[in-house]
């Protein structure tokens, strides 16, 4: 057999493998971090595919279109570092089905009737806190006469 055809064969084993390894852990695992670690060796498993392909046949563009799986990894990142702080600032945890916590609070078709369900959510609501706003143009606030009179520090 042919040297370039059992390296191609090779390197596609290991491709298969890492997308095979990286599905397996994405599909069985809860934890965010995993789930997004998995889905890297996903990609990392189809760059090693198309880099074997494009050294098979003696062409750059599987090569260049790694680079770009690469970027696109690279954005994959930095979203999972902004939804990981996001949600473990909201539940300090990171488990994946804390997210049905930040959903809405009534979505029509996904919430049951049942009277358990909306007594939970009844609970878990809170009052929404009041953010000052700013006058309208060309109107002066109102200044209480403490905050001019007494003052903490001169």
Request: aromatic letters at 8%; a negative charge.
């Amino acid at each position: 057999m042919n040297q370039e055809l059992v390296l191609l064969y090779d390197y596609l084993v290991v491709g298969a493998l890492l997308f095979g390894i990286g599905m397996v852990g994405f599909l069985s695992r809860r934890n965010m971090i995993l789930m997004f670690l998995s889905a890297e060796m996903m990609l990392q498993g189809v760059s090693v595919s198309l880099v074997a392909w494009s050294r098979y046949h003696n062409d750059f563009g599987g090569q260049i279109l790694v680079v770009f799986i690469i970027a696109v990894a690279a954005c994959e990142a930095a979203i999972l570092l902004a939804l990981t702080l996001s949600l473990l600032g909201h539940t300090g945890r990171l488990d994946m089905a804390a997210w049905r916590e930040l959903r809405e609070a009534c979505p029509t078709s996904l919430v049951s009737e049942d009277e358990e369900d909306k007594e939970m959510i009844a609970e878990k609501e809170e009052p929404s806190p009041v953010w000052p706003q700013l006058p309208p143009a060309g109107v002066a606030p109102e200044v209480s006469p403490e905050e001019t009179e007494y003052r903490s520090h001169v």
